[in-house]
């Protein structure tokens, strides 16, 4: 493609792209296709000759985009979002057209300090230590994994980095019952072993009972294991319960077990004043994580993680032997020796687009207003006698289902799958399930950037439509 052609295709592509934006609500939300059947419309062969623009774009309309789920459609309600905004998606353009790799200071210093710059507008908008420091990574996994290989070298004082496990190591990590699958993973994959995850029970709101964790951590202690990691919840995946951060960090302080705090979805209601006490008590908690790909209008990826103090991380993941370090190294970060990669795109970028195009205001305003939609449909399940809400509505979830005391559990979970399933194969809607205490619940998640009011009386009315002939085919 020559610039000129660039040029041209990039003209039509924003207006392809500003078409989209504004009828992003006409599309299915989610695809009616097979599995297999977008494949069996791709070639088995890469094409040997170069293929005009139009019929790749035109394969892009025809195959591709109905085999598309519209994350961005305003009546899609399940898992958690991941929003985009105009602003985001510009900074997107520019980032992809500079093309830098932004590993270190060097390779691009305007990505470096942009980065320390808008991590550290975020950290005082949300009302996080100003003594802390943040970084930004791809996804929370990877932060979350981050952090547990840098408390894990903290505690054998970087010897299993240089030697390895020697086998008489007997971590145990602890986060509730609730907590996300990617702190599995990181457990498993870190070398601590999944049987070292200790799950601590949670209250009736499904928040971890610090009193429990203590007992854990003590009976651990007794019996030769080393305790090296709680992870908290600040918003569970299933029901954005929140673990109590006060008291979890006091534990971990006595017993000199990091903290880490896992607000990936529920974090940008930190922005809000309302929510910041939350927080209260985590100041000697050792790091902290959310996605602003989730709910703060910045395309995936893009997860900020903060920390108390970033050098165990630094000595964790550097590669540059202390003696090779230049003057220079200790003036500016090289944020490479922050996480795992080497290479890091420049998502500082978009950040910095969207908190200037919002103002910390308009990104107030937005998450305010979601809230309020949220507490508006709460009302309306809570006035339809049929329904009940199982988990307390603590942001912007609602976790509900249809009940009949007459019924069984196992009935009624039969029942509430198959109203969400009748309601999503209307593409109209999306929404997404999880099972507390064993009872399968709708979950309903408004937060899309461009959800209105008129999108959740849609789904509600669609919801009750579904919810009467299900209820009708079940008798
Ligand atoms: C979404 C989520 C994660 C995982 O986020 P990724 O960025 O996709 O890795 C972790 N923890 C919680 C609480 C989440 O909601």
Redesign the pocket.
């Known amino acids: 493609m020559d610039k000129e052609e660039f040029r041209k295709r990039g003209h039509e592509l924003v207006d392809w792209m500003a078409d989209f934006m504004q009828s992003k609500e006409s599309y299915p939300v989610t695809p009616d296709v097979k599995p297999g059947e977008i494949l069996s419309r791709l070639p088995e062969k890469a094409p040997d000759k170069a293929e005009p623009f139009e019929e790749i774009f035109s394969d892009f309309e025809n195959i591709i985009m109905p085999g598309m789920t519209h994350w961005q459609n305003p009546s899609f309600f399940g898992y958690?979002p991941a929003n985009n905004s105009e602003p985001s998606i510009l900074a997107e353009m520019l980032m992809s057209t500079l093309g830098a790799q932004c590993m270190s200071w060097i390779t691009s210093p305007a990505a470096a300090e942009l980065e320390e710059r808008v991590c550290d507008w975020l950290r005082d908008a949300k009302g996080i230590h100003s003594g802390w420091k943040g970084c930004i990574h791809d996804?929370?996994?990877?932060a979350?994994l981050s952090a547990l290989l840098a408390a894990r070298e903290k505690f054998s004082k970087f010897q299993i980095n240089k030697s390895g496990f020697t086998g008489t190591e007997k971590f145990r990590i602890y986060a509730s019952t609730h907590v996300?699958s990617?702190i599995d993973k990181a457990v498993k994959i870190s070398g601590i072993g999944e049987e070292n995850l200790v799950r601590v029970d949670v209250d009736e709101q499904f928040g971890m009972i610090p009193e429990a964790l203590e007992r854990a951590i003590q009976s651990d202690l007794n019996n030769g294991f080393s305790p090296l990691m709680v992870i908290s919840?600040l918003?569970?995946?299933s029901s954005t319960a929140v673990d109590p951060i006060g008291p979890i960090t006091k534990i971990c302080k006595e017993y000199k077990v990091w903290h880490h705090i896992?607000a990936?979805?529920a974090g940008t209601a930190l922005l809000l004043p309302q929510f910041q006490s939350l927080m209260e008590g985590h100041e000697d908690a050792d790091s902290y994580v959310f996605?602003p790909?989730?709910w703060m209008m910045t395309n995936f990826?893009c997860?900020v993680m903060f920390l108390r103090e970033p050098k165990h991380l630094v000595n964790t993941f550097s590669l540059t032997p202390e003696y090779l370090k230049t003057d220079l190294d200790e003036k500016v970060n090289n944020y490479r020796d922050w996480g795992i990669p080497l290479g890091r795109r420049f998502r500082a970028l978009k950040l910095w687009f969207v908190i200037r195009s919002y103002g910390l205001d308009g990104l107030r305003t937005k998450i305010q207003y979601h809230l309020d939609l949220t507490k508006k449909a709460e009302s309306w399940i809570n006035e339809d006698e049929r329904l009940e809400i199982l988990a307390p509505v603590n942001f912007n979830t609602i976790c509900f289902r249809y009940r009949d005391v007459e019924l069984s559990t196992i009935e009624l979970n039969k029942i509430n799958e198959n109203w969400m399933s009748s309601s999503n194969s209307t593409h109209k809607v999306f929404f997404s399930h999880t099972k507390l205490d064993g009872k399968y619940v709708i979950r309903w998640v408004i937060g899309q950037t461009d959800v209105e009011e008129k999108h959740i009386q849609q789904a509600w009315v669609l919801l009750q439509d579904q919810l009467n002939k299900t209820l009708k085919t079940s008798a």
């Open positions: 958690f996804t929370a996994s990877t979350t996300h990617s919840a918003g569970t995946t896992d990936a979805f996605n790909h989730k990826d997860t």
